[in-house]
């Protein structure tokens, strides 16, 4: 079946660090991957995204590369902020004809000045 | 406008309570989507609506029911509801039911059962 595994948090980092966020997934066909970031006490909003192998999405400095060799969708930032203190979700998007959001269980992210 | 708007933000209601949740959205968007999360887990597709249309019920039970009654409207219905019930609720839109579509997501109600 679909799914999507991110690493366990929580990643706590001071200011400045880089940040990477492992995800990977298992999906038959062709996936478009996402990631999502939840600040406390609301909803979801996206992050990037990436439809096809080898794209490269990127937002806010965060970037992901679509990796179909290793079936993964890692999230990187050169320099986190104490405002990046967040849960960010990789999903994935089916193609098997039912187009549901697949979520991992999300990663907690503490960024500390 | 790239807004999804969910009313309440909260609500309190009690096992014997009828209460609905509202979205709204005006990006012109026809697939609409309710999700509910738990606490510290992600969230969980409930149910998809494609051209005001229901296409996805994840057998969720009876006391959940969904409506849309336009285009740019979602409610969610709620009767007789548990306390394990009790969750975030959220309401999510994409241009259409297509993998590569962007899901705009709304601030969500927070529900509580007691």
């Known amino acids: 079946g679909n799914s999507v595994t991110q690493m366990e948090g929580p990643v706590t980092l001071s200011e400045e660090a880089f940040l990477t966020i492992n995800c990977t997934y298992t999906a038959t066909g062709y996936p478009s991957l996402f990631w999502y970031v939840q600040y406390p006490g609301e909803g979801l909003q996206l992050l990037l995204k990436?439809?096809?192998?080898?794209d490269k999405g990127s937002n806010k400095g965060f970037e992901a590369t679509y990796r179909k060799e290793t079936t993964s969708f890692h999230l990187e930032k050169g320099s986190v902020q104490v405002s990046d203190s967040a849960v960010y979700f990789c999903a994935l998007s089916t193609t098997s004809g039912t187009y549901k959001y697949i979520f991992g269980t999300g990663t907690r992210l503490k960024v500390l000045a | 406008d790239t807004e999804v708007t969910q009313t309440p933000k909260h609500l309190v209601m009690g096992m014997t309570n009828k209460k609905s949740l509202k979205c709204e959205q005006h990006m012109g968007h026809r697939a609409m989507y309710w999700y509910k999360q738990k606490a510290k887990k992600p969230p969980e597709l409930m149910f998809v609506y494609s051209y005001e249309k229901l296409s996805i019920n994840e057998s969720v039970p009876s006391r959940f029911s969904p409506e849309c009654p336009n285009s740019s409207l979602l409610n969610l219905h709620l009767h007789a509801l548990q306390p394990e019930d009790s969750a975030l609720y959220l309401c999510?839109?994409?241009?259409?039911?297509?993998?590569?579509?962007?899901?705009?997501f709304g601030q969500g109600t927070r529900l509580t059962v007691v």
């Open positions: 999510a839109s994409s241009q259409i039911l297509n993998p590569a579509s962007d899901a705009f």
């Open positions: 990436a439809t096809k192998a080898d």
